[in-house]
């Protein structure tokens, strides 16, 4: 399908003819912000490497482009950028620089030739359709800029199309793009009416913090929808409900501001944080807890998938699409043997397991393969030990998602917690069975995990990567938590979005979010805990020397609580030293 929408019918075109005088350049009409995107870029004098330069511009310098010239087709821009203190007129070759636009800040543009509108940023990509038919931008058609990405060495514009009655979004070569004065009438409305979308999210329920995040979302993503999930419970109950020692728990390799001092989190007389999980997993600082919590926080591109609903939608959800989770991990594109129910010898791809472990349990496949690659994977080539069937005493067991397995501060306990499981399951029959406990071997562990995921968690209300970490739903409250790691929902939410922005539609994807919403929010999000040193002052020691060297015994013997001593002298000698080093 061609979608013609010429310039010339609807304004005049002050662009640049490359075979004028290149003065002409600067008679475009526009003015739009840019920045250089690579390092070193030479600023010439004219459209072309033969052209003599004033030097190199440093990357991430901006500049204003006022003008294009497409000598044989290679774009340059005429811009004025800041060059030895003073604002100078110059070139720079276009590859090199990324327009500063958005869905909501764009720029209007023609096709400078017939080009074909792409899902992706790639010249293999899959063309967008409109209905059944490939959609070409046809010459002098106008289109507007919303994003602008290199891939390859290649640069992309991200542009919205009208086609017929629709707007559609896709990616065309930017050497295929002349830039445009602001058109006095615009031939279409490009973005979506704000007012509309934002009566419609109050009226779903989200509070005034929430609509600028929301709307900046759906500004790039009109097919998602939101809905809001009340929890009916007060911001500082649920942090309350959250806040107790060993329920959240963080690295100790984070900085002091991340961690709890409260009694049982930490040992003032060692000056050490308490592991709750192996030997580095402890208790998060209320401030952490609180900015991890917030939805407002990770209501971006890359962290809102926390917040995806995960029931299996078998019209978007798809092989494909497993495999874009997979890469980077021992599964991708990677086949496994097992025996089924029968007996009988079969081999399946990962992804395809994963699906039909979607279709056994009504989980989202795409969350299953996000979850395995966050509990278990290592690396490209390994897994933990929770499934390779080689752990002593539970060869042969497999455990995916790590179900069952819980903290434990012995060597491996919680992997053999874990493992356990896969053996022998919980204490309800029919939930084992149907689990298909026990998982001795990747099939049944996989399929199996699926459903006991869903049963246990999706199925239950706590739908969403958030509410299996922050359990604010009314069946147990603040406990039935999957992970205690309180970056996981960040975390898995991230890998999620590398999968799905690696997709050719992740642009015109539905996706359906439930975002959480408490009573008597702070009106704006929860910052991150602020910068504190290290609060612990007791005492680190107490010797007591006499004037001759010798040390003087102490009573009671010393410990960081106890406030009083007694020190014997012996007679005729005085005490001369006291040496009381802080943990500081």
């Known amino acids: 399908m061609t979608c013609p929408h010429s310039l010339s019918e609807q304004m005049p075109l002050n662009t640049p003819d490359p075979l004028k005088d290149i003065e002409e350049a600067g008679d475009s009409g526009y003015a739009y912000t840019a920045v250089l995107s690579d390092n070193a870029i030479n600023f010439r004098k004219g459209p ?3 052209y003599d330069s004033y030097g190199k511009l440093p990357s991430g310098q901006v500049m204003t482009v006022i003008g294009q010239v497409n000598p044989s ?32 800040n764009g720029i209007w543009a023609k096709a400078a030739e017939a080009i074909t509108l792409m899902k992706s940023p790639c010249a293999s990509a899959t063309p967008v ?4 038919e490939e959609v070409t931008v046809s010459k002098d058609t106008q289109f507007y800029i ?77 097919n998602w929808i939101f809905h809001a999930f009340s929890t009916g419970i007060t911001w500082e109950a649920a942090i309350a409900g959250e806040d107790k020692v060993g329920n959240n728990l963080v690295h100790n390799d984070k900085a002091i501001r991340w961690l709890s001092f409260d009694k049982g989190a930490y040992n003032w007389g060692t000056d050490k944080f ?10 998060i600082s209320n401030g952490g807890l609180r900015y991890f919590m917030d939805p407002r926080n990770w209501l971006t591109d890359e962290y809102v998938f926390m917040f995806e609903e995960l029931s299996y939608d078998r019209n978007n959800q798809t092989a494909a699409g497993v495999e874009s989770i997979l890469k980077g991990t021992p599964m ?140 604010v739903t009314g069946k147990s409250t603040y406990s039935h938590q999957y992970m205690s790691n309180a970056e996981a929902p960040k975390s898995e939410g991230y890998k999620v979005y590398l999968a799905y922005k690696s997709m050719e539609d992740y642009d015109d994807m539905t996706v359906t979010f439930s975002i959480p919403v408490y009573d008597q929010m702070p009106e704006k999000a929860s910052p991150e805990p602020a910068l504190v040193s290290n609060p612990n002052a007791y005492l680190k020691a107490l010797s007591v ?29 005085i005490a001369t030293q006291v040496t009381y080093p802080s943990r500081w």
């Open 129 to 132: 359709r409109n209905g059944d």
């Open 274 to 283: 308490v592991p709750y999980d192996g030997s580095y997993w402890v208790t």
């Open 545 to 573: 020397k006499c004037d001759n060297g010798s040390a003087v015994s102490l009573s009671p013997a010393f410990s960081y609580g106890t406030l009083q001593y007694t020190a014997k002298v012996p007679a005729g000698f």
């Open 146 to 222: 919303i994003g602008t990405q290199t891939v390859d060495s290649v640069r992309w514009d991200k542009v919205v199309v009208q086609c017929g009655d629709e707007l559609l979004r896709g990616y065309v070569p930017n050497n295929s793009v002349i830039l445009c004065s602001i058109p006095e009438n615009e031939p279409f409305t490009p973005v979506v009416d704000d007012k509309d979308f934002e009566t419609q999210m109050r009226t779903e329920g989200f509070p005034e913090s929430y609509i600028p995040y929301l709307t900046e979302l759906h500004r790039e993503h009109p």
């Open 332 to 471: 991708y594109k990677t086949a496994f043997s097992y025996q089924d129910a029968n007996g009988t010898s079969k081999s399946i791809l990962y992804s395809n397991a994963f699906m039909e472990a979607a279709e056994y349990s009504g989980v989202s496949p795409y969350h299953l393969a996000s979850r395995v690659k966050q509990e278990v994977v290592v690396s490209s080539t390994a897994f933990s030990n929770s499934c390779t069937g080689k752990v002593s005493g539970f060869e042969g067991y497999y455990n995916f998602y790590n179900i069952g397995a819980y903290n434990s501060t012995v060597n491996m306990g919680a992997i053999k917690n874990g493992l356990k499981f896969a053996k022998s399951g919980g204490t309800g029959a029919e939930l084992n069975r149907n689990s298909m406990i026990p998982w001795n071997n990747r099939y049944r562990a996989l399929v199996g995990g699926g459903y006991y995921i869903g049963y246990s968690y999706i199925n239950r209300g706590q739908n969403t990567i958030y509410l299996q970490k922050y359990n």
């Open 48 to 50: 072309a490497s033969s």
């Open 73 to 104: 087709g290679n774009i340059w821009y005429h811009v004025s950028t800041e060059w030895n203190g003073k604002v100078t007129e110059g070139y720079v070759y276009g590859q090199y620089v990324a327009l500063r636009v958005d869905s909501r």
